[in-house]
T-cell receptor
Framework: GAVVSQHPSRVICKSGTSVKIECRSL??????MFWYRQFPKQSLMLMAT?????????EQGVEKDKFLINHASLTLSTLTVTSAHPEDSSFYIC????????????FGPGTRLTVL | AQKVTQAQTEISVVEKEDVTLDCVYE???????LFWYKQPPSGELVFLIR??????QNEISGRYSWNFQKSTSSFNFTITASQVVDSAVYFC????FGGGANSKLTFGKGITLSVRP
């Protein structure tokens, strides 16, 4: 139980294009999902908190117009990197919160984005 | 403000050795959660344990054990008889009590564990 998927696992795109990453909780509903970014050999950096049916809450320094987050259902959140540039290349990981007894975040396998 | 410190950055051991990963935290909350996650080379974070702050009982799960010491604000993780498959980055994290699913996690910087055959 508590499986989270991400799609795609890897994406390579040209500078200036937009990329959409999906995060799905496969066997539970998640009111809250989180998006993280991780640079090589570093810890996870929280980008935003996504709540179903409402606007995402972005961390300080994260451009909300560049990183669009939509949480349209209790099992799906999407992150769109708009007008991607090489500096946006990174490993993006989502997590979904399983409430109740578990009260724990479960993480997806991550998406490796490379912008050429 | 919450803070998690994992002072060890890299640890290398030979298979079958025991290894302890340290985690020290700071929080002003009286109740909170502590977590350990494992990130193997594939990249996915795997949940290992969640500990409530009011439960100081140590926990053992197979070769894994956790020692929670509220007096020293530490939540250390020991792997007994390490195996090559234990090679990964291990993160300690902290959240508000009751907010494990819906609140921010404060992560440490992670400890890279390498287990050599």
């Amino acid at each position: 139980g508590a499986v989270v998927s991400q799609h795609p696992s890897r994406v390579i795109c040209k500078s200036g294009t937009s990329v959409k990453i999906e995060c799905r909780s496969l066997d539970f509903q998640a009111t809250t999902m989180f998006w993280y970014r991780q640079f090589p050999k570093q810890s996870l950096m929280l980008m935003a908190t996504s709540n179903e049916g409402s606007k995402a809450t972005y961390e300080q320094g994260v451009e909300k117009d560049k990183f669009l987050i939509n949480h349209a259902s209790l099992t799906l959140s999407t992150l769109t990197v708009t007008s991607a540039h090489p500096e946006d290349s990174s490993f993006y990981i989502c997590s979904a919160g399983l409430a109740g007894v578990s009260d724990t975040q479960y993480f997806g396998p991550g998406t490796r984005l490379t912008v050429l | 403000a919450q803070k998690v410190t994992q002072a060890q950055t890299e640890i290398s051991v030979v298979e079958k050795e025991d290894v302890t990963l340290d985690c020290v935290y700071e929080t002003r909350d009286t109740t909170y959660y502590l977590f350990w996650y494992k990130q193997p080379p594939s990249g996915e974070l795997v949940f290992l344990i969640r500990r409530n702050s009011f439960d100081e009982q140590n926990e053992i799960s197979g070769r894994y054990s956790w020692n929670f010491q509220k007096s020293t604000s530490s939540f250390n993780f020991t792997i007994t008889a390490s195996q090559v498959v234990d090679s990964a980055v291990y993160f300690c994290a902290l959240s508000a009590f009751g907010g494990g699913a819906n609140s921010k996690l404060t992560f440490g910087k992670g400890i890279t564990l390498s287990v050599r055959p």
